[in-house]
């Protein structure tokens, strides 16, 4: 099982608003990430948990705050965000803590933000 | 000059062609290779995962290592209509980030 899943699948918020991403895996991977991407642009990396730690934060605004409650759940909690924010938002893992190596991808969450 | 370099396409063929992707990369210290599909909407599926040089064959895909050139390929046989989505190389030294290239839209035409 090599499955990664993202809820919800699609989130309409206002700018006042605040609610969150879930990713959960039971590959027992030990490293998870959240990737940001925009229309017919690559993802690009936000947050890298490693062994339940934020070990990367990728100069993020502090409107997107990463939570990971233990080593199968990551969450991403958004507010106040603008409508620039709007994206697919993707959760990934990784077997190693150490290294991104075989990174498998959730579907995503498709987020509009009016 | 970004660190991988990947032709955004688009690139249309006919059913049953090889197609053959291409990436190239100026940081030598890449180890692990990887071509992503992603289809429309959808997340990116890890379709191939090399590490180093060489060549790795996976039913109708084959994906190609040269660290010598600082290049690397993935080739589809026998492609089909459902073959058509984005492909996306991604390469890391191992130190937790992917390099993702731009990603190359692919059109199987039946």
């Known amino acids: 099982d090599t499955e990664v899943t993202q809820t919800p699948k699609h989130l309409v918020m206002g700018m006042t608003n605040k609610k969150s991403l879930k990713c959960e895996q039971h590959?027992?991977?030990?490293?998870m990430y959240w990737y940001k991407q925009k229309a017919k642009k690559p993802p690009e990396l936000m947050f890298v948990y490693s062994y339940e730690k934020l070990s990367i934060n990728e100069s993020v605004p502090s409107r997107f705050s990463p939570e990971c409650p233990n080593s199968s759940l990551l969450n991403l909690h958004l507010h106040a965000l603008q409508p620039e924010d709007s994206a697919l938002y993707l959760c990934?893992?990784?077997?190693?803590?150490?290294?991104?190596?075989?990174?498998?991808f959730g579907q995503g969450t498709r987020l509009t933000v009016v | 000059q970004k660190e991988v370099e990947q032709d955004p396409g688009p690139l249309s063929v006919p059913e049953g062609a090889i197609v053959s992707l291409n990436c190239t990369y100026s940081n030598s210290a890449f180890q692990y290779f990887m071509w992503y599909r992603q289809y429309s909407r959808k997340g990116p599926e890890l379709l191939m995962y090399t590490y180093s040089s060489g060549n790795k064959e996976d039913g109708r895909f084959t994906a190609q290592v040269d660290k010598s050139s600082k290049y690397i390929s993935l080739f589809i046989r026998d492609s089909q209509p459902s073959d058509s989505a984005t492909y996306l190389c991604?390469?890391?030294?191992?130190?937790?980030?992917?390099?993702f290239g731009q990603g190359t839209r692919l059109t199987i035409n039946p």
């Open positions: 990934a893992s990784s077997p190693s803590g150490g290294k991104n190596t075989e990174a498998f």
């Open positions: 590959m027992g991977h030990r490293a």
């Open positions: 991604a390469m890391t030294q191992g130190a937790q980030k992917l390099v």
